[in-house]
Each structure stands twice: as structure tokens, then as C-alpha cells.
């Protein structure tokens, strides 16, 4: 069993920055991989990234590549997401996962543990 719990969220402004963060219980934290979705009002949940239990391979929306980062410290059984360049469109409820399969992916039902989630809002 994991626990994630995100914190970092809040209110910015467009072109703000923000800095997520999930953290995880438990000594398995490395064996799994995390991800991060989102959740606008009245939408479904979406991928937002992903990356493996080494850190080495990350995976992105499209709709953030270049703008967002995903990132992990297994010592500290904590995952990362810088978000920069925000956008009123990026405003949701942000969620980490813990995935326990070997394949990075970006689908909600692959993953098997989930946070309570962080709001983010980024005003125009």
C-alpha cells in the first residue's frame, strides 16, 4: 500500500511558475512509476506526465511539453512538477499516481494508488 499526498498548489497569474509535490510512504517508492494527471471542471482526468522509478525516462502531454517538468528523488520518496509558462487552460485539480507495472503510461486505470489532489489555479 502507498500513500501520496501532493501539495504545492495555489493561485498565479498567466506566466507564473508553481512547483508540485507528492509525497509517498513506503520503501518500494523507487519500484514505481509516477504520474501526474489533472482535472478541469466538468472534464475528465488527464495525463499530464509520467516518469519511471529510476527517473530516467519522463513522458509528457502535448499539451505541456516544453513548459512543464516532471521529476523524482527516491531518497525522499518525493516526485516533482514544475509547472512554468502557466496558462488559465492549465487550471485544475493536479493528482499524483503510483503505477505499479514496469511500462511508463499515461492512461488513469494503470495506476493504482492516488493523492487526494492540489488545486491550481492560474488567473488571465
Known amino acids: 500500500q502507498v500513500q501520496l499526498v501532493e501539495s504545492g498548489g495555489g493561485l498565479v497569474q498567466a506566466g507564473g511558475s508553481l512547483r508540485l509535490s507528492c509525497a509517498a510512504s513506503g520503501r518500494t517508492f523507487r519500484t514505481y512509476i509516477m504520474g501526474w494527471f489533472r482535472q478541469a471542471p466538468g472534464k475528465e482526468r488527464a495525463f499530464v506526465a509520467a516518469?519511471?522509478?529510476?527517473?530516467?525516462?519522463?513522458y509528457y502531454a502535448d499539451s505541456v511539453k516544453g513548459r512543464f517538468t516532471i521529476s523524482r528523488d527516491n531518497a525522499e520518496n518525493t516526485v516533482y512538477l514544475q509547472l512554468n509558462s502557466l496558462k488559465p487552460e492549465d487550471t485544475a485539480v493536479y493528482y499524483c499516481?503510483?503505477?505499479?507495472?514496469?511500462?511508463?503510461?499515461?492512461?488513469?486505470?494503470?495506476?493504482?494508488?492516488w493523492g487526494q489532489g492540489t488545486q491550481v489555479t492560474v488567473s488571465s
Open positions: 516518469i519511471s522509478g529510476t527517473g530516467g525516462t519522463t
Open positions: 499516481a503510483a503505477d505499479r507495472s514496469a511500462v511508463v503510461a499515461a492512461t488513469s486505470s494503470e495506476y493504482d494508488y
